[in-house]
């Protein structure tokens, strides 16, 4: 799971600050900014802000194998409660 939190319009995020730079993880897997006047940011820069490090922690869990396919998901899910023909 990849965490994302933002911080808006304050001044001190204690645990969310700490999370982000949390040490010990096989992947870092949060991330954490802030906004301090939301009305001035444009949404192109919040997705931006938003989208800034999900893409590395994806590449990196992949390579760690951590994700599980999707595939595999389908395949067991089959095994479990059949085929959608046979329901």
Known sequence: IFW???GIGGRNY???EKLD?????VVDNCNFFKIDNI???SES???DFLLQEFPIWLT???NKN??????ILTN???KIYGTEESN
């Open 66 to 71: 951590m994700l599980v396919d999707n595939t």
């Open 45 to 47: 820069m919040l997705y």
């Open 39 to 41: 009305e001035s940011t």
């Open 76 to 78: 067991l899910k089959e």
């Open 60 to 62: 990196e869990a992949k």
């Open 4 to 6: 994302q939190f933002v």
């Open 21 to 25: 730079i949390m040490e010990g993880r």
């Open 14 to 16: 204690g645990v969310l």
